[in-house]
Every structure is written in structure tokens, then in C-alpha cells.
């Protein structure tokens, strides 16, 4: 399975993905970034990985960009594309051009929480539990077939940065094994547009 990754930031998950993805079956060929500073460009770099930044703020609209970035992409024939802490909302047309193939992982346990602050939004709810989600990408924002969640227990004194440490310590385990299961055709979103692993229904 040959997979594309887009990031903007740190490149934790990525960086997950670089050590735990069994190389017989995937095979991270392209790091893609709207963002040159993005550390986790050195991190691909380093684990010889090629990459290509396309700066956002260098075309005229969203569909000009998502166009150019889908091109980026199918340069390099890849079967999956995994977004991983990629902050941009994705054109529909993107979205359609991947469906079925399409990952993102979220922090929060969906349908809770979708777009920003999710940390702090559990705190101030009050919540107990909170987590991460890895889910198909759909033409709604974190909307998308789930796939696999962690949960972590939301403790007395946490703060939003305690709490989201917590979190992406987990989403480093639920990413790798999604992307594993796609690559090992265990994984596809079903008639009814769930998620479905190994063929359930
Ligand atoms: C993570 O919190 C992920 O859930 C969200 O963006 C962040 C990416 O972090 N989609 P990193 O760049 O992988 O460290």
C-alpha cells in the first residue's frame, strides 16, 4: 500500500506512523505540507520519506489549492491518503477524489467535539472521558465513517495541555493500526456508510 500523509505541524502522528507501520505492507512514499516551517518535513526527511510543500497563501482560492495538491498527490500513486494534523478544510471535490481512501484522525471521541479546541471544550463541558478518533473523511467537517476511538479518563487536575498530551499519546497507537488495517484490505466504508473492518457488515 503505497500512502501519502499531510501535515502542517509537529508530525507526531507521522512520526508514529514512520516507526510502526510494518514496511512489507505500507510503504510511506510522499510527505505533503501547506506549511515549509512544518517540523514534521524534518521528519520525513529524515526517514528518507520525499516531501513537497505547497504553500496555501500562493493561490487564489481553495479549489485552485485542493486542484494543485491533488496533482502533488497522484504524482506519487498512492492507495491512501492519511491527513495527520493537516489544518485545512478540504474542498469537496478533494474529498470525492479519495473517497473510500481518505483518513483523519481527530482529537475527541466523534461526533463530539468536531473542528477545533476539543481539549478545552471537554474540560468545560465537564466531561469524564474524552479521546481520539480515527475516521474516513467525508464531505463534512469530521463527519466521516469512525473507525477506531481511544479513550482516556479526564482527571480532577487537567489542564487543557495535560489532557491533550494524554490524547496524542493515544492517537500514536490508533493511527498506525487503522492505516495498517487499509493496508491490509481489512478496512472499507460498507453500503450503508460505515466503516467496516474484515468484512462485517
Ligand atoms: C493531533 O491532535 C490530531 O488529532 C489533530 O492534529 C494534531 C496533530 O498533531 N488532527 P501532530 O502534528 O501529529 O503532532
Redesign the pocket.
Known amino acids: 500500500c503505497r500512502i501519502a500523509v499531510l501535515?502542517?505541524?509537529?508530525?507526531?502522528?507521522?512520526?508514529?506512523l514512520i516507526d510502526q507501520l510494518p514496511g512489507d505492507h505500507c510503504q510511506l512514499v510522499a510527505v505533503l505540507s501547506n506549511r515549509a516551517e512544518?517540523?514534521?518535513l524534518q521528519r520525513a526527511a529524515e526517514a528518507g520519506i520525499a516531501t513537497r510543500v505547497l504553500d496555501h497563501r500562493e493561490f487564489a482560492s481553495r479549489e485552485d489549492y485542493d486542484q494543485a495538491l491533488v496533482a502533488a498527490i497522484d504524482a506519487f500513486q498512492v492507495d491512501l491518503v492519511v491527513?495527520?494534523?493537516?489544518?485545512r478544510i478540504l474542498t469537496p471535490a478533494f474529498v470525492r477524489h479519495y473517497h473510500g481512501r481518505l483518513l483523519?484522525?481527530?482529537?475527541s471521541l466523534l461526533p463530539l467535539y468536531k473542528g477545533l479546541h476539543?481539549h478545552r471544550r471537554a474540560l468545560q463541558a465537564g466531561d469524564r472521558e474524552h479521546g481520539?478518533s480515527v475516521h474516513f473523511v467525508s464531505e463534512e467537517l469530521d463527519g466521516g465513517p469512525v473507525i477506531l476511538q481511544a479513550r482516556v479518563a479526564v482527571l480532577a487536575d487537567d489542564d487543557e495541555q495535560r489532557l491533550?498530551q494524554r490524547?496524542?499519546q493515544q492517537?500514536h497507537s490508533i493511527y498506525p493500526l487503522a492505516v495498517r488495517w487499509f493496508a491490509e484490505g481489512r478496512l472499507r466504508i460498507n453500503n450503508l456508510g460505515r466503516a467496516c473492518l474484515d468484512g462485517e457488515p
Open positions: 501535515i502542517s505541524g509537529s508530525g507526531s502522528n507521522l512520526q508514529a512544518a517540523l514534521g491527513l495527520a494534523g493537516f489544518m483523519n484522525i481527530h482529537p476539543t481520539a491533550a490524547v496524542l492517537e
